[in-house]
């Protein structure tokens, strides 16, 4: 059977795809180009891979080391897959066993099913066949630690870039974490209110993977990333030819996520056009592409939104469609920012360390270690930035420290090195941002930018909103949010279509 082209890559999608926690992975196969093609991908993805071409071997291996998932061929020699398949069930019952066969047939997959195999794929199949599987795999082994874990570290798909973590003893964290656990066996609506940086997406995908809806697709878009065109394709897809560039039918995010779950981050930054369309969508379980003239798709999603601003000021500011909160707004959860859950700092202080020198050093050097000194410096600073900034902090710290020092609180990143900006950075940003934490910096950056551009516009356009909005180039809706966003009174200006 031809196996050269048994992992081919195939065109990344358009949204962000399911994040797969590092899992401990064993390919038991005796093709070397199918074994080393999956070893490949698997270990791209961020996991810990290793492989074996005899079944002795591997019987042997499966005996003295604890793996999350194994790829095994049935046919191997001198010892059978189902021989290998007895050996991990008698090591490690939790191991969650995907046969591949070349030959399949009900009779052989039902054996090994009943032997206790997880799943099964049939030879030849796509990197994403095995990602999405991997994915599955991913979100059952974390329903178990998550049961089994202490309540003071309860992780939740842990991405290649440690972002996936959700780490906390404290009671606020855990208000919350108690509060999506009790959520998650349903298929309400879930908005999460916090500040930027606080782990929405993270525990957006901690409620879809312990949801009943967590073997289907969980799809995430950013409201604010994406201009009105582009995210309204990207949501409700397109026809052929519904605009310059479309040369094939595309599904949407919500045809994507059918019986799963779609997470709209930045949800006050949609506009109200796309509101109103996804509002019929949820009504009527129905979705019309861009350029189609009828209904195209029945679609069943559930809906986790996001937000860093007060969804209910946001409705009274006219931003966000009373009608879609109402339909979202079934079961909100606030999550706290880190200076408000100071116990939870040293936790995941020390987690980003080991993490991150995993990553940059390897497993054979001694990581350090956070003095009790180092620990309370860390825990008296404000983290504007919250987790993320924390996480970076810890990263440059893994980055500088040396292998098993005692890291002192004269040893932390202090976000405070002096920087020698270029002319033209110096005269657009001011010193203090360049001395604070990046995404707290940017946001400060982007506001004053949009005040100072916003005062310019009104005085071009002589106070005439509609003129403002066309010399601008956006829609008056989104002036208007951009001007109470501002504290810039509507009333103060002439509204009309001129």
């Not at 030849?124 to 095995?130: D, E, I, K, N, R």
């Not at 309400?188 to 940086?197: D, H, N, P, R, T």
């Not at 700092?345 to 956070?370: C, E, N, Q, S």
Request: one cysteine or more; hydrophobic letters at 40%.
């Amino acid at each position: 059977m031809p196996v050269t082209e048994t992992l081919p890559r195939e065109s990344a999608p358009a949204a962000e795809s399911p994040a797969t926690p590092p899992l401990h992975i064993l390919v038991v196969d005796d093709d070397r180009t199918l074994r080393e093609g999956c070893v490949s991908m698997l270990k791209s993805e961020g996991h810990v891979v290793s492989s074996e071409g005899r079944g002795d071997d591997a019987r042997e291996l499966v005996r003295r080391r604890r793996f999350d998932v194994v790829l095994l061929d049935l046919f191997m020699t001198p010892v059978s897959g189902m021989e290998i398949l007895q050996a991990i069930r008698q090591a490690n019952r939790d191991t969650l066993v995907i046969i591949m066969t070349g030959e399949p047939s009900v009779e052989t997959n039902l054996e090994a099913l009943d032997a206790g195999a997880w799943e099964y794929m049939p030879k030849p199949f796509s990197a994403t066949q095995l990602h999405i599987l991997m994915g599955r795999a991913a979100h059952i082994i974390e329903a178990r630690r998550a049961q089994t874990a202490p309540a003071e570290a309860v992780a939740s798909q842990p991405s290649a870039g440690g972002r996936g973590v959700i780490l906390g003893a404290s009671p606020a964290f855990h208000r919350a974490l108690s509060l999506a656990r009790r959520v998650a066996a349903t298929d309400a609506s879930v908005v999460l209110i916090g500040e930027s940086g606080t782990g929405k997406e993270m525990i957006a995908r901690f409620i879809h993977a312990h949801s009943r809806r967590a073997k289907k697709t969980l799809m995430a878009v950013n409201c604010a990333a994406l201009p009105d065109s582009l995210l309204e394709s990207e949501m409700f897809g397109h026809r052929r030819g519904a605009f310059t560039g479309a040369d094939r039918d595309k599904p949407g995010l919500l045809e994507t996520a059918h019986e799963g779950t779609l997470f709209l981050d930045e949800l006050t930054e949609m506009s109200a056009a796309i509101q109103a369309k996804l509002l019929r969508v949820l009504q009527d379980g129905r979705l019309r592409r861009v350029g189609s003239e009828e209904e195209d798709r029945v679609v069943d999603v559930r809906i986790i939104s996001a937000t860093n601003k007060d969804p209910q000021q946001a409705v009274r500011d006219g931003i966000l469609r009373q009608d879609l909160f109402f339909r979202l707004w079934v079961f909100p959860i606030h999550l706290p920012p880190l200076r408000e859950r100071p116990e939870d700092i040293a936790h995941l202080a020390k987690h980003f360390v080991t993490f991150y020198w995993m990553k940059h050093r390897g497993a054979g050097v001694r990581p350090p270690v956070l003095s009790r000194e180092a620990l309370e410096d860390l825990i008296g600073r404000p983290w504007l930035g919250n987790v993320r900034e924390l996480q970076n902090a810890m990263e440059r710290l893994a980055v500088t420290a040396e292998p098993g020092q005692s890291v002192e609180p004269g040893d932390l990143p202090t976000g405070e090195e002096p920087v020698q900006p270029t002319p033209a950075v110096a005269s657009a940003v001011s010193a203090p941002l360049l001395t604070t934490a990046f995404h707290t910096a940017k946001e400060q950056l982007v506001a004053e930018f949009e005040r100072t551009y916003l005062e310019h516009l009104v005085q071009r356009a002589d106070h005439n909103l509609s003129r403002a909005a066309r010399l601008a180039a956006i829609d008056r809706t989104t002036l208007y949010r951009l001007l109470e966003k501002h504290g810039l009174q509507r009333s103060d200006f002439i509204d009309t279509q001129a």
